[in-house]
């Protein structure tokens, strides 16, 4: 089945994780609300996806995560208190999350049984349709239009659309790795898929990271897949499935992304992101990076 360009129109977001990496700052406070700079990691995901034409957007939340939706909800109270201090720059922020929030739609996990039982929930939503997902706690610089090329690609290829990422080998172990032979510049045809391999065993070092764009035929495949890696039911198992098949909705294509991406979910990764975000903050950029080279002169230019 082969869309029209343009015409993937719904992102699933799982933001159930337990964010175990992160504790204790995520113990009360869901990691994908940690602030990078001045917005959550999380607004700036919903940006990248609605800049990327993804107008429906569903997050697949759990216990614990109920300010998320609040962040998306209109704070009249708030705006409020800052239109009648004339404060209209800190208003329009406040408003600016209500506005993304009217085509955001949430459903429950129940469970935090792995990504692929996140994205199965999301079944009744999209329907029988292509659909990205974004991981809720990796960011893709803003400047750096993976999604969109994603897209097209699935426009192009028809399948399901992986974004990848050389890593080094030593750190296989974090991600899902793939088998890939190359296709073009920046494409890849991916033949296997291994979840968090030892480094020795990793087929290649393409890290899968954040960014999906899906077949629907992947809920077939995620309802037979058995939990896997660390006991649970992972996305990758169930992309294999579809790279190995035949017929519609099979194949699997990589994007392999080469641009800025910061994973917040990691403490050393999130000050990484914090630090590059402040640095070309339009308001706060100046005065940080002045504040940077002080501190450590020796550092190249931003
Ligand atoms: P991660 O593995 O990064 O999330 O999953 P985690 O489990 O919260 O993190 P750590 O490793 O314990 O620190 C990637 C994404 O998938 C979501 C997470 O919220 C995150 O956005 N996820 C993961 C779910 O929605 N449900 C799950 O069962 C697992």
């Given at each position: 089945?082969?869309?029209?360009?343009?015409?993937?129109?719904?992102?699933?977001?799982?933001?159930?994780?337990?964010?175990?990496?992160?504790?204790?700052?995520?113990?009360?406070?869901?990691?994908?609300?940690?602030?990078?700079?001045?917005?959550?990691?999380?607004?700036?995901?919903?940006?990248?996806?609605?800049?990327?034409?993804?107008?429906?957007?569903?997050?697949?939340?759990?216990?614990?995560?109920?300010?998320?939706?609040?962040?998306?909800?209109?704070?009249?109270?708030?705006?409020?208190?800052?239109?009648?201090?004339?404060?209209?720059?800190?208003?329009?922020?406040?408003?600016?999350?209500?506005?993304?929030?009217?085509?955001?739609?949430?459903?429950?996990?129940?469970?935090?049984?792995?990504?692929?039982?996140?994205?199965?929930?999301?079944?009744?939503?999209?329907?029988?349709?292509?659909?990205?997902?974004?991981?809720?706690?990796?960011?893709?610089?803003?400047?750096?239009?993976?999604?969109?090329?994603?897209?097209?690609?699935?426009?192009?290829?028809?399948?399901?659309?992986?974004?990848?990422?050389?890593?080094?080998?030593?750190?296989?172990?974090?991600?899902?790795?793939?088998?890939?032979?190359?296709?073009g510049e920046d494409l890849v045809q991916v033949t296997?898929?291994?979840?968090?391999?030892?480094?020795?065993?990793?087929?290649?070092?393409?890290?899968?990271?954040?960014?999906?764009?899906?077949?629907?035929?992947?809920?077939?495949?995620?309802?037979?897949?058995?939990?896997?890696?660390?006991?649970?039911?992972?996305?990758?198992?169930?992309?294999?499935?579809?790279?190995?098949?035949?017929?519609?909705?099979?194949?699997?294509?990589?994007?392999?992304?080469?641009?800025?991406?910061?994973?917040?979910?990691?403490?050393?990764?999130?000050?990484?992101?914090?630090?590059?975000?402040?640095?070309?903050?339009?308001?706060?950029?100046?005065?940080?990076?002045?504040?940077?080279?002080?501190r450590v002169p020796a550092r190249g230019p931003a």
């Open positions: 089945m082969t869309q029209r360009a343009g015409s993937i129109r719904k992102a699933v977001i799982p933001v159930a994780g337990l964010g175990t990496r992160f504790v204790p700052a995520t113990k009360a406070v869901p990691k994908e609300l940690l602030p990078v700079v001045d917005r959550p990691a999380i607004e700036y995901i919903v940006e990248e996806a609605v800049r990327a034409g993804c107008t429906d957007v569903l997050m697949v939340t759990g216990r614990g995560k109920g300010a998320i939706e609040d962040h998306f909800d209109q704070a009249p109270e708030l705006q409020g208190a800052l239109e009648a201090k004339g404060d209209d720059q800190r208003a329009g922020r406040v408003g600016r999350s209500s506005e993304l929030g009217r085509d955001v739609h949430f459903v429950r996990q129940g469970e935090a049984l792995g990504l692929g039982h996140a994205v199965l929930r999301g079944r009744a939503h999209v329907g029988d349709e292509p659909f990205a997902v974004l991981l809720g706690d990796d960011m893709i610089d803003e400047e750096d239009r993976l999604l969109e090329r994603m897209l097209q690609v699935q426009t192009e290829r028809g399948g399901s659309v992986v974004a990848l990422m050389e890593v080094p080998p030593e750190h296989a172990d974090r991600y899902g790795c793939a088998e890939a032979t190359p296709l296997g898929l291994v979840e968090k391999p030892a480094p020795e065993e990793a087929p290649s070092n393409l890290a899968v990271i954040g960014r999906y764009v899906l077949h629907p035929r992947i809920f077939e495949e995620l309802e037979r897949t058995q939990p896997g890696k660390g006991g649970e039911i992972q996305l990758t198992d169930a992309m294999l499935a579809l790279a190995n098949a035949d017929g519609d909705g099979a194949g699997v294509t990589g994007v392999v992304f080469r641009g800025r991406r910061y994973d917040t979910g990691d403490r050393l990764e999130y000050l990484k992101a914090v630090v590059q975000l402040g640095e070309r903050h339009p308001e706060l950029g100046e005065d940080f990076r002045a504040w940077l080279q002080d």
